[in-house]
């Protein structure tokens, strides 16, 4: 029964995420081709300085578009989740024969997959638009692999040797962060719909910023009680930040989700 209510989150949320896909897509086609403009014009005499301004101006909408397309993506996720929870449709939802676990783990799942939706459509879109602005440069074709292959081995750098071992460690900070922010702003959305008779987005804001909040104060106070000496703050903060940081990530997390389990279950009355 799982699958099946993860397959229906995932078919009212697809449709949408392809909507902002195809859009990224036609506005990172947009941003290259404006590039390619302005990259052009820029090795002209003869310049057009109207004709130029409209072009930057397409440019920098096209890059609005492929961010608000990627947050549009993220944003429908948990408005399906709202919607499907604590609204008419959600006591449809809670007299199904599953646990409330489940329903709250399908919509975490489906959340999931719309935050990669929203990260491919950015990685995929850039791509796109960077091979375009790429393609004006002469001898591009001709010489096409051995360009993407030094540009592949500019950025290696990141990922190899020395620097190797804080890039992973800063990746897997990202996506232990990316994973459990979820149930956060799920409390978030839980506390903003049970809470508050009207402006429950605005209460949800809230709670969530409260959270945030409460976890930096959290941070500072670890950090600041275990540091006891100045001499020790410029290389042993950061050290103490690296290895803090994801366990009290992943604790809130798991904490926002049980107590969102108790109050769905408990408190939550459709």
């Not at 620097?163 to 978030?188: D, K």
């Amino acid at each position: 029964m799982f699958a099946k209510l993860l397959k229906y989150e995932w078919r009212s949320t697809k449709g949408f995420a392809w909507l902002m896909f195809l859009i990224s897509l036609s506005a990172a086609v947009v941003g290259g081709l404006t590039t390619q403009y302005l990259f052009r014009i820029s090795q002209s005499q003869d310049q057009q300085p109207v004709l130029t301004v409209l072009v930057l101006l397409m440019f920098m909408a096209a890059m609005v578009a492929l961010l608000i397309c990627a947050a549009a993506t993220l944003y429908f996720t948990f408005w399906r989740f709202y919607r499907s929870r604590f609204t008419q449709e959600g006591y449809l939802t809670f007299t199904l024969p599953v646990t409330s676990h489940q329903i709250l783990l399908s919509s975490i799942v489906n959340c999931l997959l719309g935050a990669l939706c929203a990260l491919g459509t950015l990685l995929v879109s850039y791509l796109l638009m960077g091979l375009i602005t790429l393609s004006a440069m002469p001898g591009f074709f001709a010489a096409r692999w051995e360009i993407l292959e030094a540009l592949f081995k500019g950025a290696s750098w990141l990922f190899t040797g020395e620097n190797a071992p804080l890039f992973w460690q800063m990746l897997s900070q990202l996506l232990l962060g990316a994973v459990f922010e979820i149930p956060v702003i799920m409390l978030a959305i839980t506390l903003g719909a049970l809470l508050a008779k009207k402006h429950k987005a605005i209460l949800g804001v809230v709670a969530y910023y409260i959270i945030q909040v409460a976890q930096l104060l959290i941070t500072g106070v670890v950090m600041g009680v275990t540091t006891n000496s100045i001499t020790q703050a410029a290389s042993y903060r950061v050290t103490l930040a690296f290895d803090f940081s994801p366990l009290l990530t992943i604790a809130v997390g798991v904490g926002s989700y049980f107590l969102m389990h108790y109050l769905v279950s408990r408190k939550l009355n459709l």
